[in-house]
C-alpha cells in the first residue's frame, strides 16, 4: 500500500519536472472600479466573447474572468465586484478586498469614471495603500470632454506615481494602449508600484509607532498582509482585519489611538474616511479644470420627465408594462413551437429510432415522455430567460434601473421590500422563473432573499389554466370576479408574509437605500448581447440539468410500477392516496385530488393534465396517422417562421391594441367539458374555489425550485418557500373551506 | 435642520452625520462628510427617497437616512 501511493506521489512531479516545459507565467489582472464607472463595458471590450460569468464561491455576487494572450503576455483577467469603497460592509467590498489581500494579483486595473473623478479617486486612493501595483484606466474619457473638462492626464500619473491611460469603452478607444502598459509593467513592475500618499503628521506616527510595535511582536503579519494596508486598518478599528490578527486595542495600540483620538475625535474610522476623500479632493482640484457655466445636462432634462411628480409614476408603469409585454409576448412563440417540436417530430423520431431497434416499450416512454419531454421543460423556458436578462441588463446599463427603485421605493419599502424589488414581482405573474433570476439586480443579500421568497406568491402564467378550467365548471357566471381574488389574494399575502418574515427572518438587518443615480447612457450593444448570452447559457447548463434530472424523477413516479391498468396504483396515485387524508379538511381529499397537485410539481399547469388523465376515461386512443419524417421537418420548419412571425407581431401590438391570448385559451379550456363536467361531480363549489386557493399558494414548481437554489446557490431559501407555501396553502385552503361552510356556502 | 426637510433646490452644509456602523461608513464612503456641501435635488413621486447633489454626482437616500444628517442651510 504505502510504496504504491509513494510512487503515485511521485508521478505528478516527474511529468512536471521532465516531460513538460516550465508553465509561461500568467499575469493576474483584477479590475477594480466604481460601479457606472464602465467596467463592464471595458471588459466586454477587451475580452469579449472570451469572458466567462460565474459566481464569486458562496455568494450570489456576479463572477466574470478572461484568459487570453496580449503580445505573448498570457493575462488572466478578474473582474472585481462594483464597488466604492473597500470597507468591511457590503458583500462586494468584502469580496473585492479578500482578493486584493489574499490572492494579491499582479495588477490592479483601476477604471475610474472621468466625468466623476472626485468620488471615483476615492477608491483609487484605497487601492493604492494595497502595495500592488496600479495601471488606471481614465475611462468614460470622451463623455468627461464633452462636458468640456480638461483634465491633465500627465499630472495625475506624476501625483499618483502610476501610469493613467484615457479610454472610453463604449467608443473602444484607449483599449490598446491600456493593455500595452499593463503588459509592460509587468517586464519593469516599478513602473506601477503607487506613491505612498501621506495622510497626515499624526496618522503617519501612529503608523510608524504600529508598525514598530508588529516588528518585535508579530513580524509574521507585516509578511502576511500588505504592511501599509495593515498598519491603517488597524488604525481605522476594522473589524475584520481585528479579527483576523487577533489583534486588539488594548494589547498593541493604546498609546498611539490615544493620542490620534484626542487630535481628531472618536471616530478613527471617519477619521480615515475624511482622510482619505481630502486626498481624492486635493488630487481633483490639481488636475482637473471643469467650464465655468456647467450647462444643463441631457441627464437633469430626462430626470424632469421621468421623476416627475405627476408623470413619474405613469410613465414608470407604462416602462414595466412594455417590458413585461415584451418578455413573455416575445417569447412565448418561440416557447410554443419548441414544445410541440419536442411533442410532435423529436418523439417521433425517438420513437421511429428505439422502434427500430425493438426497444421494450417502458424505455421508449422513459426517453421520450422523461428525457425528452424533460429537455422541452428546460428549453421552453429559454427565450424567456434571454428576453428578461436582456431587458434587465438594458435598464441597469441605460441608469434607468435606479430611477426605477427611486419611484418605487416608497411603496415597496412599506412592506419590507427595496424599490428595486418591484421588477422581479411584477415579472412574478409571467413567470415565477426569470422572476427569481431578475432578484440579482438587487444588491444587498437580504432584500435579494426577500425578494425571492415572495415572488411565488404572485400568481404566474402557468396558474391561470388551472383556474380557468375550475371556473368554467363552478363559476361561470362571477368568473372574473373570482380570477380578479386570487390575484389580489397573492398579493395581500404577499405583504402579509413580508411583514411576517421581515420581524422574523430577517430581524435586525438594517437594509440601505443610499444609491447613486448615475447619469444616463445609451448600453453597448456587444455589453448587452455578451451579458444576456451567458446568464441564458448559464440557465441552460447549471439549472437545465437539475430540470431535466426531476423531470425524469417524475417520469418514474407517474408510470412506475410499468404496465399498471389503473393511474391509482402508479407510485403517484399511491403517494396521492396517502397524503390525501391531509386535505380532506380543505374539502379535497381524494387521491385523485392529491395526485394532480403533486404532479403539479413538474409545473402548475400540469394539474389540469393529470385531471384529464385521471377523471376522464381516455378515449380509444386514436390512431392516427403518424406524420412522415419529411413531413415533420416541414411543421418544423414552417412552424418556427411563424413563431418568429407572431414575436415580431407581438413586439409591435405591444404598443398599440393587445392581443391578449387569454381568451382564446380560455375558449379552449372551455372546451374540454368532460373533465368539466367530472369535475362537477367530484367538487363543490366551495370546494372548488379551496383547491384553487391551493394551487395559487403551494409550493413553487421544480423549475423556479432549481432557479432558487441556482440564484442563491444554497438550498436554505428554497426550503423556506416551500415550508412557508405548504402551510400557507393549507391554512387558507382550509380557512375558505371551513369558513365558507360556517358561512352557509354549502360544503 | 436635517437634510430630510430641505426643499428641491435648497442647499446646505453638512454639520454632523448622526447614524452610526454601516450606515454611517457607507455614507461616508458615498462622500457624504462633515464640511460638505449638498443640494436636494428632487423628492420622489411618492415623498420618499430624495435626490441630492453632492460631490459632483446625484446620490438617492431615503428620508429616515437623511434625517441623521444636520445640514445648516446656505442661500
Known amino acids: ?747 | 435642520m436635517n437634510l430630510a426637510v430641505l426643499k428641491p433646490g435648497q442647499k446646505g452644509r453638512i454639520v454632523s452625520i448622526g447614524a452610526i456602523g454601516p450606515l454611517k461608513r457607507r455614507l461616508m464612503d458615498m462622500g457624504v462628510l462633515v464640511g460638505e456641501e449638498v443640494k436636494v435635488v428632487k423628492v420622489a413621486p411618492m415623498g420618499d427617497p430624495i435626490e441630492v447633489y453632492i460631490k459632483s454626482y446625484n446620490l438617492s437616500l431615503r428620508k429616515n437616512e437623511a434625517e441623521g444628517i444636520a445640514v445648516e442651510v446656505l442661500a
Open chain 1, 1 to 747: 500500500m504505502n510504496a504504491q501511493s509513494a510512487v503515485k506521489e511521485q508521478e505528478p512531479a516527474n511529468r512536471h519536472g521532465n516531460l513538460r516545459p516550465v508553465e509561461q507565467r500568467v499575469l493576474t489582472i483584477a479590475v477594480a472600479g466604481n460601479p457606472n464607472a464602465g467596467k463592464s463595458t471595458l471588459i466586454n471590450a477587451i475580452a469579449g466573447s472570451r469572458l466567462h460569468v460565474g459566481n464569486w464561491p458562496g455568494v450570489t455576487v456576479e463572477k466574470k474572468e478572461a484568459s487570453f494572450e496580449y503580445q505573448g503576455t498570457k493575462i488572466r483577467l478578474v473582474d472585481l465586484p462594483g464597488t466604492y469603497s473597500l470597507s468591511p460592509y457590503t458583500q462586494e467590498e468584502i469580496i473585492a478586498r479578500d482578493y486584493l489581500v489574499e490572492e494579491r494579483p499582479d495588477l490592479i486595473l483601476n477604471v475610474v469614471d472621468a466625468t466623476n473623478l472626485e468620488r471615483n479617486l476615492y477608491l483609487t486612493v484605497q487601492l493604492m495603500e494595497l502595495g500592488i501595483p496600479v495601471v488606471m484606466a481614465l475611462n468614460i474619457y470622451d463623455e468627461a470632454q464633452a462636458k468640456g473638462y480638461r483634465i491633465d492626464v500627465a499630472q495625475m500619473e506624476k501625483m499618483l506615481g502610476i501610469p493613467v491611460v484615457p479610454t472610453s469603452a463604449t467608443k473602444k478607444t484607449g483599449l490598446d494602449q491600456l493593455l500595452q502598459v499593463a503588459v509592460s509593467g509587468e517586464k519593469s513592475p516599478q513602473l506601477a508600484v503607487p506613491h505612498q500618499l501621506n495622510y497626515g503628521e499624526d496618522i503617519e506616527a501612529a503608523a510608524e509607532f504600529i508598525a514598530g510595535n508588529l516588528r518585535t511582536s508579530a513580524p509574521a503579519l507585516l509578511e502576511r498582509y500588505p504592511s501599509r494596508w495593515l498598519l491603517l486598518k488597524l488604525i481605522e478599528g476594522d473589524a475584520e482585519v481585528r479579527k483576523a490578527t487577533n489583534l486588539t486595542e488594548e494589547t498593541l495600540l493604546p498609546e498611539a489611538l490615544h493620542h490620534l483620538r484626542r487630535a481628531h475625535g472618536e471616530d478613527l474610522e471617519a477619521v480615515l474616511a475624511e482622510v482619505r476623500y481630502s486626498l481624492a479632493t486635493g488630487l481633483t482640484r490639481e488636475v482637473l479644470k471643469k467650464p465655468e457655466l456647467p450647462r444643463t445636462e441631457v441627464t437633469e432634462k430626462i430626470d424632469r420627465i421621468v421623476l416627475h411628480r405627476v408623470f413619474g409614476i405613469p410613465i414608470f408603469l407604462a416602462a414595466m408594462w412594455i417590458m413585461f409585454k415584451l418578455t413573455f409576448d416575445v417569447s412565448k412563440p418561440l416557447a410554443d413551437w419548441i414544445s410541440s417540436m419536442i411533442a410532435g417530430p423529436f418523439k417521433h423520431w425517438a420513437e421511429a429510432l428505439l422502434g427500430l431497434i425493438h426497444a421494450p416499450e417502458w424505455t421508449v416512454s422513459l426517453a421520450t415522455d422523461g428525457v425528452i419531454a424533460g429537455t422541452g421543460n428546460v428549453l421552453v423556458f429559454v427565450p424567456m430567460i434571454f428576453a428578461m436578462m436582456f431587458f434587465i441588463t438594458f435598464l441597469e446599463g441605460s441608469g434607468y434601473m435606479a430611477r426605477a427603485a427611486f419611484v418605487m421605493d416608497r411603496a415597496m419599502h412599506a412592506i419590507g421590500l427595496h424599490g428595486k424589488s418591484f421588477i422581479p414581482m411584477l415579472l412574478g405573474f409571467g413567470c415565477n422563473v426569470p422572476a427569481i433570476y431578475a432578484t440579482r439586480t438587487l444588491e444587498n443579500p437580504r432584500d435579494k432573499a426577500l425578494t425571492a421568497l415572495l415572488v411565488p406568491l404572485m400568481s404566474c402564467g402557468a396558474r391561470l389554466p388551472v383556474y380557468v378550467v375550475f371556473i368554467g365548471a363552478f363559476f361561470p357566471k362571477n368568473g372574473g370576479t373570482v380570477l380578479w381574488s386570487l390575484y389580489v389574494m397573492g398579493i395581500v399575502l404577499a405583504i402579509v408574509m413580508g411583514f411576517i418574515f421581515k420581524k422574523t427572518l430577517f430581524r435586525g438587518d438594517a437594509p440601505m437605500f443610499i444609491m447613486e443615480l448615475p447619469p444616463y447612457r445609451v448600453p453597448s450593444f456587444k455589453s448587452l448581447m455578451i451579458h444576456t448570452w451567458e446568464k441564458g447559457k448559464h440557465f441552460l447548463v447549471k439549472a437545465g440539468t437539475y430540470i431535466l434530472a426531476v423531470s425524469i424523477m417524475v417520469w418514474f413516479l407517474l408510470n412506475l410500477p410499468w404496465g399498471v391498468e389503473h393511474k391509482r396504483d402508479s407510485y403517484l396515485g399511491q403517494v396521492g392516496a396517502a397524503v390525501a387524508p391531509a386535505l380532506s379538511p380543505l374539502g379535497f381529499g381524494s387521491w385523485e385530488a392529491s395526485s394532480s397537485l403533486i404532479a403539479g410539481l413538474v409545473a402548475k399547469e400540469i394539474v389540469v393534465g393529470t385531471m384529464g388523465e385521471i377523471y376522464v376515461k381516455k378515449a380509444e386512443e386514436k390512431k392516427a396517422e403518424k406524420p412522415t419524417f419529411a413531413q415533420d421537418l416541414q411543421t418544423a420548419g414552417s412552424g418556427l417562421v411563424k413563431a418568429l412571425g407572431e414575436s415580431v407581431n407581438n413586439v409591435t401590438s405591444t404598443f398599440g391594441v393587445s392581443s391578449l391570448s387569454t381568451d382564446e385559451d380560455a375558449e379552449k379550456l372551455a372546451e374540454r367539458t368532460p373533465l368539466r363536467e367530472e369535475l362537477k361531480k367530484q367538487f363543490t363549489p366551495l370546494a372548488a374555489y379551496a383547491f384553487i386557493t391551493f394551487v395559487l399558494l403551494y409550493m413553487p414548481c421544480v423549475v423556479a425550485a432549481v432557479a432558487m437554489v441556482h440564484e442563491f446557490g444554497t438550498w436554505k431559501w428554497y426550503g423556506i418557500a416551500f415550508g412557508y407555501q405548504m402551510v400557507l396553502a393549507w391554512s387558507m385552503a382550509l380557512l375558505v373551506y371551513q369558513g365558507g361552510k360556517l358561512l352557509g356556502f354549502g360544503g
